[in-house]
């Protein structure tokens, strides 16, 4: 069975703390997404990547292939930065397969 | 700003009642996507566009019916709902090998 999952499903943290969302899958993929929701339901973008670190701004996107494991860290946290993080990955095809999200409140 | 837009943002309607949904993009993408999310679960595809061809059908029931008229509009005609199908409705589209985009979603409840 293909699954998804990422840990924590909830976190608090004080502003300014670092934050790691993890992300693990069961059978080798073709590309990894990590995304965000904020309240109200709108999805943004944030990383795309198949191997690697990816960087943007606060934000840093890890992926080891080998241990089927993806983080997203968050550096400098702010109370903008609540909102839910989503790890999706795509094994074939168009299709990307949804973790249950991490939801972040980030305390002023 | 995504450049995928979704209309209604909410919509309520009684279980008899027959409703659409409408999904834009002039992104020049090849596949488009309706999703549902329902509260504490991942996000559920239900139906996958690839170059106006549906591709995917996850086992949706046939209350739910798509439409692709053109690469930048897909709906979602609904018909006979029942309260469990109230849920955030999500469109996306992606280019080929890419990243998907998504729409603001529209908040169905069904009465």
């Known amino acids: 069975k293909n699954e998804v999952e990422q840990s924590p499903q909830n976190l608090t943290a004080q502003e300014g703390e670092f934050i790691t969302i993890n992300c693990s899958y069961s059978?080798?993929?073709?590309?990894l997404h990590w995304l965000q929701q904020h309240p109200g339901g709108g999805i943004v973008s944030l990383f795309m990547?198949?191997?690697g670190k990816k960087k943007h701004g606060r934000l840093i996107a890890t992926i080891n292939i080998q241990e089927k494991h993806s983080s997203l860290h968050i550096t400098a946290s702010h109370p903008r930065d609540s909102a839910v993080y989503i790890c999706a990955v795509r094994w074939t095809g168009n299709q990307f397969y949804f973790g249950t999200g991490t939801s972040l409140t980030v305390i002023p | 700003e995504t450049g995928v837009t979704q209309t209604p943002r909410h919509l309520v309607m009684g279980m008899t009642n027959k409703k659409s949904l409408k999904c834009e993009q002039h992104?020049?993408?090849?596949?488009m996507y309706w999703y549902k999310q329902s509260a504490k679960k991942p996000l559920e595809l239900m139906f996958v566009y690839n170059f106006k061809e549906q591709t995917e059908n996850n086992s949706v029931p046939s209350r739910f019916s798509p439409e692709c008229p053109n690469s930048s509009h897909l709906f979602l005609h609904l018909h006979t709902l029942q309260p469990e199908d109230s849920a955030l409705y999500l469109c996306a589209s992606s280019p080929a090998g890419s990243g998907q985009f998504f729409g603001p979603g529209t908040r169905l409840t069904v009465l």
């Open positions: 990547l198949s191997s």
């Open positions: 059978v080798g993929i073709s590309a």
């Open positions: 992104l020049g993408h090849n596949a």
